[in-house]
């Protein structure tokens, strides 16, 4: 018997030896890389409320208190082929979000 990778032959013959081996493997999908799985696989971005830079003013009313001057920040939220989200902040605490 000869073995050539995972093949066996017969050194006599130099027919593949099936009828005495078995060949078992085992392997799991990472083991293969491929393109599309990755493609599938989802980034996700964690924003937290202190890495959001927050200045600018806006003349939108507050639902909460009904002040009518705002902050706002423009984040990317979702996927970089979709709308960014506004974060609006009143003074009162109170805060929302829109979706672009």
Sequence with gaps: ??????????????????GTKTILTK??????????RQKLQSNVQNVERHTI?????????CPKCGGTQVTYANVQLRGADEGSTVIYTCEC????????
């Design 1 to 18: 018997m000869a073995a050539i990778g995972s093949l066996v032959f017969c050194t006599d013959c130099e027919n593949q030896d099936t």
């Design 93 to 100: 605490g109170e805060s929302w979000q829109e979706n672009n």
């Design 27 to 36: 392997s799991k999908p990472s083991d293969f890389p491929s393109f599309l």
């Design 53 to 61: 830079q927050r200045g600018s003013k806006a003349d939108e009313t």
